[in-house]
């Protein structure tokens, strides 16, 4: 009997604990699609996700992120084509779109404008009666600040009047008004869970350490959602292409004279050990690196031979694509007649006028498709999430 009265007990408990399995799942079912349906309860069309039409076929080089690499893109990697390409790069350039942006903007006055962007930015503002010293904040967000990995920038203003001006570890006074701004996505990917709610949870325990009161936060789930879909956006067009420039015989080019042809193009050595080649805005064109090991420096040059040289362009990073590989284009051929070289693919075989338009085309696409997202290329939006 006492068997008995065991087994039933057994049968009892396991019964339970399959239902509370099954309870606690549909509970987080419900929690998931309530999420979701807040994230998209406004019907607009998400440009993050395409605007819902089929989009015109383009060369396929691959979904997911490249990194700033000066590695060759594979042959393999763009179609082959009887003729080049060019009216496709046309039809793409002037592509109109009246897709939305990713997000829309905050309104100015809530948060320091020129300074943070509603698209890569949670930014937190929060206010006190007394002014808070910027040393003694400062001091308090480093206990767990360091634990995030992405970029994290303190703004505050003194008066209903006063501009934002950015805080950092030398900065002196006391602000009633301040802002915490984290970068959601960079090239490194999206902010993780953990990070995301470790700065939620420091800004909200700063400013009830300092008795200042913080503005409504937007829900945790729906900031990550947005920085994974935006994440995932910028992975589909960060792309780098590259020209390589060998000697025809096998030979090497000499440092001395590279230097002079690079700079009669217009291109200057930076600090990085490349040579760029920037726009009337500053912004960078393309870059002349080293095929070789070794980075260019002024002192090695003098001295040094290379195997060949590497141009490269930054599809995001850059304002006008098609014009600045063009122009890339030009300085590479005319290095290549100067030098006796020759211009070539990944595996050292000369490039084909049909490679050559169809990266034309996909650098016109990409930066169509950016901004289409609500992001320009080359824009301080773009330099900073891809980057």
């Known amino acids: ?75 393999s990697a763009v179609p082959q084509m009887a003729e080049p390409a060019i009216d496709v790069a046309d039809d793409v350039e002037h592509h109109e779109t009246d897709a939305a942006p990713v997000v829309e903007a905050a309104p100015a006055a809530a948060v320091p404008a020129d300074d943070t962007d509603p698209i890569v930015d949670c930014a937190l503002r929060f206010s006190a009666t007394t002014p808070i010293a910027a040393p003694i904040l400062y001091s308090i967000q480093r206990s767990w ?42 090239r490194r990917g999206a902010v993780s869970d953990g990070e995301l709610s470790r700065f939620l949870e420091g800004v909200a325990a700063l400013a009830q350490q300092t008795g200042a009161t913080l503005d409504a936060v937007r829900d945790a789930d729906e900031l990550a959602a947005h920085a994974q879909a935006l994440d995932q956006f910028c992975a589909g067009v960060d792309i780098q292409f590259v020209l390589h420039v060998v000697d025809a015989t096998g030979g090497t080019f000499p440092g001395t004279k590279l230097r002079g042809l690079a700079e009669a193009a217009g291109m200057v050595l930076e600090g ?59 300085a590479s051929r005319q290095l290549a007649g100067a030098m006796d070289g020759v211009l070539v693919d990944a595996q050292r075989a000369p490039l084909a006028d049909a490679m050559i338009a169809a990266i034309r085309a996909k650098i016109v696409e990409l930066q169509q498709r950016m901004r289409d997202g609500g992001i320009d290329p080359g824009s301080r939006r773009a330099l900073r999430l891809f980057s």
Not at 145 to 168: L, T, V
Not at 277 to 283: L, N, S
Not at 305 to 311: C, I, K, N, Q, Y
């Open 145 to 186: 600040s360091g634990d995030i990995a992405k970029p994290i920038n303190w703004y505050a203003r003194g008066g209903e009047a006063g501009a934002w001006q950015a805080i950092n570890a030398d900065s002196t006074g006391s602000h009633r008004e301040w802002c915490a701004a984290l970068q959601l996505v960079d």
């Open 1 to 75: 009997m006492a068997l008995s009265e065991l087994h039933l007990a057994l049968i009892g408990a396991g019964a339970a604990g399959v239902l509370m399995v099954w309870g606690y799942n549909v509970w987080q079912d419900r929690k998931h699609r309530k999420t979701a349906e807040r994230i998209f309860a406004s019907g607009k069309p998400d440009a993050l996700a395409g605007s819902g039409e089929p989009a015109p076929p383009v060369p396929s080089f691959g979904d997911e992120r490249v990194e700033p690499t000066f590695d060759p893109v594979p042959e």
């Open 272 to 330: 990085d050990g490349l040579f760029h080649a920037r726009d009337e805005q500053g912004g960078e064109a393309f870059s002349l690196g080293n095929l070789g090991p070794e980075r260019f420096d002024a002192d090695s040059l003098r001295s040094m031979s290379t195997p060949g040289v590497t141009f490269s362009i930054d599809v995001p990073r850059v304002s006008d694509g098609k014009a600045a590989y063009e122009r890339m284009l030009a």
